[in-house]
């Protein structure tokens, strides 16, 4: 994600391409807080300062894929690159086939992952698909594409 994002200025990171209206800062901060911790830090490691962290309700519309125009460019990427060091760690430390540690039922009912091992399939299938949406953005922002295979 980082990577096909790489040398974008500031406004572009922050300049829609699609009807939609996300860009591609709001789509690297949805991954960081809706993925990455999310799932490894609350779900899976039931880190409680996350927990408390977390809103109490479920955003209307399409919230989660805008960033805030007052957070710098820089400081969402830096967010990125801690939470994904931070899931590393969560991952590495937590056996494969236990049990969730944590799980809002009252904003998602029953849980449709169970394991540590179903949040890595989900969050690297989430983060694949999101990873091709940001690449086709940065193509539409400047020609550049991330991965090309000829």
Not at 48 to 64: F, K, N, Q, T
Not at 90 to 118: E, I, K, M, Q, S
């Amino acid at each position: 994600m980082l990577g096909i994002v790489d040398g974008l200025e500031a406004k572009d990171l922050r300049r829609p391409v699609l009807p939609s209206r996300w860009h591609c800062l709001g789509l690297v901060q949805h991954v960081t807080l809706d993925a990455q911790r999310f799932w490894f830090r609350a779900v899976v490691a039931e880190d409680e300062e996350v927990i408390r962290g977390l809103p109490r309700g479920l955003p209307s519309g399409d919230e989660a894929w805008r960033g805030a125009p007052d957070v710098p460019a820089g400081e969402v990427l830096d967010a990125y690159r801690q939470e994904a060091e931070l899931a590393d760690a969560v991952v590495n430390a937590t056996a494969a086939d236990a049990a969730l540690a944590w799980w809002p039922h009252d904003l998602f009912g029953d849980p449709h992952l169970h394991t540590p091992r179903d949040v890595l399939l989900h969050v690297i299938t989430e983060t694949a698909c999101h990873a091709g949406h940001l690449d086709a953005a940065r193509e539409l922002i400047d020609g550049r594409r991330w991965l090309v295979l000829t």
